[in-house]
């Protein structure tokens, strides 16, 4: 069932430190229904139910140190795992489905038929999705979300792949309308647009963009490595707090006793200079 989200208008959100998968979310839902804390709540409830499971297995049981108590579904920079993602969809009664799964055959062969695709490689997500009958390409680091043709759809899915990005369908009853009035200082990096003001902004930043800047935008969607110069430092401790609310003694012990790899070396000169001086 297709979302026309507010009638046709496009919610997008440009790129804030590591919080892409916080855009996407947002984007698939076409509205400012998620923050970080809300994923970093989900991601904390994951770690500590997979902890559960693995304490109940023989082999956590029968080794002291099996269990990490690092974080598998959010880092520190704000990256996080599909599992998140799928969680905080299916409280909007969304699926969140690999592309290779056999219930989503249908997607390789018609993407067409589906209304939203999130894509992801290098701690970077983004979607693609059909609002009022168009598909646009919502990936946070464009000023505003560029439409596809449905012929391009398949062709870039496809290069998508072959570039080795993950694409997963989203299927369920999508949202159709957000009060916006009520969500404008929702955060600081949403914001709705008139298909004819996206198209716009697309074209306007594009004549702006040098012909060398042209010929590398294929590169710049596969070369993320950029989203880590972007990590705000508030974002980090806010996360970092949220996990140790979930596991304080642990967070109390390693605030207690850290150990740098500087550390390390120091100790190691220390000895060597008392050995030397023997």
Not at 29 to 36: A, D, K, R, V
Not at 58 to 67: P, W, Y
Not at 247 to 257: I, K, L
């Amino acid at each position: 069932m297709e979302g026309a989200s507010n009638g046709g208008i496009l919610y997008h959100e440009v790129q804030e430190s590591n919080l892409c998968a916080v855009h996407c979310i947002n984007k698939v839902l076409q509205g400012p229904f998620f923050s970080e804390f809300d994923l970093a709540a989900l991601a904390s409830d994951l770690d500590i139910k997979e902890r559960q499971m693995m304490f109940q297995g023989t082999a956590a049981a029968s080794s002291g140190g099996f269990l990490s108590e690092e974080s598998h579904n959010v880092s520190l920079g704000g990256d996080f795992s599909v599992q998140v993602l799928q969680k905080a969809l299916e409280v909007w009664d969304l699926q969140v489905i690999p592309l290779d799964c056999p219930v989503a055959e249908s997607a390789q062969i018609d993407p067409e038929l589906e209304n939203a695709i999130i894509c992801h490689l290098n701690d970077h997500w983004f979607c693609i999705r059909k609002v009022n009958g168009e598909w646009y390409n919502f990936n946070s680091l464009y000023t505003a979300p560029e439409q596809f043709s449905r012929f391009y759809l398949s062709a870039y899915l496809d290069s998508l792949k072959g570039s080795g990005w993950s694409n997963f369908p989203v299927r369920g009853n999508f949202t159709k309308e957000f009060p916006i009035s009520s969500s404008e200082a929702f955060n600081g990096y949403g914001q709705w647009l008139y298909h004819e003001d996206a198209e716009r902004i697309t074209k306007s930043c594009k004549s702006i963009e040098s012909p060398r800047q042209r010929n590398n935008t294929t590169q710049q969607h596969t070369d993320l490595q950029m989203l880590s110069d972007m990590e705000d430092e508030d974002v980090k401790a806010a996360i970092a707090a949220s996990l140790m609310d979930s596991f304080p003694a642990t967070a109390s012990v390693e605030a207690g006793n850290p150990k740098t790899e500087n550390e390390n070396k120091d100790g190691q000169e220390k000895t060597a200079n008392g050995e030397n001086s023997l």
